[in-house]
């Protein structure tokens, strides 16, 4: 008999998506606070954010301004709690990529303000989830703290999310597809039927990510693109919610974790690095249980992530190794006592995984399988 609790956050308490959600989720943020914190960041993102703040301002919302300088960071935090409190803001709204939100989600949930996400890229499903990654100045993931509550109000807005670039959506396609290959493995022998049926969720995902992945960054306006969009940013933190923290992350996510530890020639984005890590979180499978399947599912993600253009190896996610002391120190961190490398039901050290890494990054498929195989492993 199981006799354990467990308190989860599933989903936002309320999301609304389609083509015009903005229009319709604007009086729902009137609902809700009248003088939100409206937080974002890039460069490339700010006309579309002045334009959702004009929006609001002309329904009668009172917007207090803030941008971050870096990715959901101490430095940047401290400075926005302040102008919160300075400000008296009743909420916080966060439009942008992965790290806006979950610098805005941080921020609400440590003033317990609601918090109201609208994702302008596919690239996580950070506008869902009730987690937030905290990284350096430089970009190095320091710990993921987990909140009190998902946001408050998901407002997912195609017709925004589609003016992202497509290395934002191949990227959390990559992300998204890390669901299965890590749930599945860490979970295989879970009695848990909610925790099943997430891994089952992810298995369905993953699926439709490789029918629909390319042909939906080929065409932004097909059924395909919103089935991957929302596949990417809205399944994937609802998999996590129903599976809770054991359906979350392994191996990839702390390849991840460990390599941004590491300096790079350019930036890599979150799921490029999830993507190389679902690659060597295989190679492990498959050098420590002679899994066969693995080798055919590494070959064949391989392949789809060369379709999506997206990167396969160290050079091309922009780590430059100079010394093999460098790859140690980012396994070592890999391999860390909390890290969520230990949830694969084997033992993985840092030899093990710098072994993989290489042979991953060396390892490049002759022969490209036909596109739209679905493997089964
Ligand atoms: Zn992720």
Redesign the pocket.
């Given at each position: 008999m199981q006799n354990t609790n467990f308190l989860q956050n599933i989903s936002p308490e309320r999301v609304i998506r389609g083509e015009s959600a903005w229009e319709e989720g604007k009086s729902l943020i009137q609902s809700i606070c009248k003088k939100p914190l409206f937080l974002g960041r890039s460069h490339s993102t700010s006309k579309l954010r002045s334009m959702l703040e004009k929006d609001l301002i002309n329904i009668g919302i009172n917007i207090v301004h803030a941008e971050l300088e870096y990715d959901c960071c101490d430095v940047d935090l401290n400075r926005i709690y302040q102008l919160c409190k300075d400000c008296s803001c009743d909420g916080i709204i966060a439009s942008g990529g992965g790290k806006v939100l979950d610098a805005g989600k941080l921020i609400a949930n440590n003033l317990n303000l609601p918090c109201i996400t609208v994702p302008l890229s596919a690239s996580?499903c950070a506008g869902w989830t009730a987690l937030a990654n905290i990284y350096s100045k430089k970009g190095a993931f320091i710990k993921d703290q987990t909140l009190n509550n998902c946001p408050k109000l998901l407002i997912f807005d195609y017709s925004l999310v589609r003016k992202a670039p497509n290395r934002l959506l191949a990227s959390g396609i990559a992300?998204a597809l890390?669901k299965w290959y890590e749930a599945s493995l860490s979970n295989a022998g879970s009695n848990d039927a909610l925790v099943q049926q997430a891994v089952q969720m992810a298995r369905v995902l993953r699926d439709q990510l490789l029918i629909d992945g390319f042909n939906a960054l080929q065409n932004p306006y097909s059924s395909s693109w919103i089935r991957v969009a929302e596949s990417c940013s809205l399944t994937a933190g609802l998999i996590g919610g129903v599976g809770g923290a054991k359906c979350r992350t392994a191996a990839a996510?702390a390849v991840h974790n460990g390599l941004t530890q590491l300096d790079f020639t350019q930036k890599a984005l979150?799921?490029e690095l999830?993507g190389f890590g679902i690659l060597v979180q295989l190679r492990i499978e498959e050098k420590l249980l002679g899994n066969q399947l693995a080798l055919q599912a590494k070959n064949q993600l391989i392949t789809l992530l060369k379709e999506l253009n997206l990167p396969t190896n160290l050079k091309s996610l922009g780590i430059n190794l100079t010394t093999k002391k460098e790859l140690e120190m980012a396994c070592i961190f890999s391999c860390r006592d909390d890290s969520d490398i230990h949830n694969l039901p084997f033992k993985v050290d840092k030899e093990t995984l710098m072994e993989a890494i290489l042979e991953t990054d060396r390892i490049e498929i002759e022969k490209i399988s036909p596109r739209g195989t679905i493997f089964n492993c």
């Open positions: 996580t992300d890390a996510h979150h799921g999830v």
